[in-house]
C-alpha cells in the first residue's frame, strides 16, 4: 500500500498567517491527491481534489501544489474557521490511503 | 443538494454481524464508485471498501477481507456494508463516501461498537 507521510501532525497559527501542510506518497500517484479538512464531530469535507483544484465552494485562500510524489496544502492567510484537522487521501493506489492528519489550532 | 445518510451503527458484541445502510440523493447514483470510511473516535481516517458504479467490482482494506461485503442497490440509490466476524478494533465511525478520484461526498456516520 501507498504510505502517506503528513507533516506536521500539529501547528498553531495566528489570523492572518500563511500555513502550509505536506504529505509524501511512497511511490508516485500521479495527480490522484485530494485534501480534506475535518472539524469536531463532523465528516470530512473535500477542499481540494487532482492536487490543486478546488472544490466547488471553498474559499480562495486554499490551494495544492505538487507532484509525483510531495504535495501540499496551503492556506493563505488563516481564518478562525480554519481550525479544524487536515488529511490528504490518494486514491491513484488500491487501497487509498490516507495522511495521519494535521491538526490545525488558531491562536 | 447532496445528501447521504447512513443508519445501523450500534453496539454488538465481538463475533457479531451488523449491516450499515447509506442512502444517497441529489447526485446520479449510478455513476458514482461508493465507499465506506473508518474513523476511532480521536483518530485517523481509514479506507474500508469501494464498489464500482454497476457493483461488478469490489475492493476491501485486507483487515476487512473475508469478514466484510459492500454492495449496491442503484434502483435505490442505497449502499450497503455487511459486517460479519466483527472484532473490537472495528469500532469506529463509519462513513459512507461518494466518488472516486476523487472521493467528494460524505455521509454524518453511524457509529459502529464492538464491545463484550
Known amino acids: 500500500a501507498v504510505q502517506m507521510t503528513q507533516s506536521p501532525s500539529s501547528l498553531s497559527a495566528s489570523v492572518g498567517d500563511r500555513v502550509t501542510i505536506t504529505c509524501r506518497a511512497s511511490q508516485g500517484i500521479r495527480y490522484d491527491l485530494g485534501w480534506y479538512q475535518q472539524k469536531p464531530g463532523k465528516a470530512p469535507k473535500l477542499l481540494i481534489y487532482?492536487?490543486?483544484s478546488l472544490q466547488r465552494g471553498v474559499p480562495s485562500r486554499f490551494s495544492g501544489s505538487g507532484s509525483g510524489t510531495d504535495f501540499s496544502l496551503t492556506i493563505k492567510s488563516v481564518q478562525p474557521e480554519d481550525s479544524a484537522t487536515y488529511y490528504c487521501l490518494q486514491d491513484h493506489n488500491y487501497p487509498p490511503t490516507f495522511g495521519l492528519g494535521t491538526k490545525l489550532e488558531i491562536k | 443538494e447532496v445528501q447521504l445518510v447512513e443508519s445501523g451503527g450500534a453496539l454488538v458484541q465481538p463475533g457479531g454481524s451488523l449491516r450499515l445502510s447509506c442512502v444517497a440523493s441529489?447526485?446520479?447514483?449510478?455513476?458514482?464508485?461508493m465507499n465506506w470510511v473508518r474513523q476511532v473516535p480521536g483518530e485517523g481516517l481509514e479506507w474500508v471498501a469501494y464498489i464500482k458504479q454497476d457493483g461488478s467490482e469490489q475492493y476491501y482494506v485486507d483487515s476487512a477481507k473475508g469478514r466484510f461485503s459492500i454492495s449496491r442497490d442503484n434502483a435505490k440509490n442505497s449502499l450497503v456494508l455487511q459486517m460479519n466476524s466483527l472484532r473490537v478494533e472495528d469500532t469506529a465511525i463509519y462513513y459512507c463516501a461518494s466518488g472516486l478520484q476523487p472521493v467528494w461526498g460524505w455521509g454524518q456516520g453511524t457509529l459502529v461498537t464492538v464491545s463484550s
Open positions: 441529489g447526485f446520479t447514483f449510478s455513476s458514482e464508485w
Open positions: 487532482a492536487v490543486s
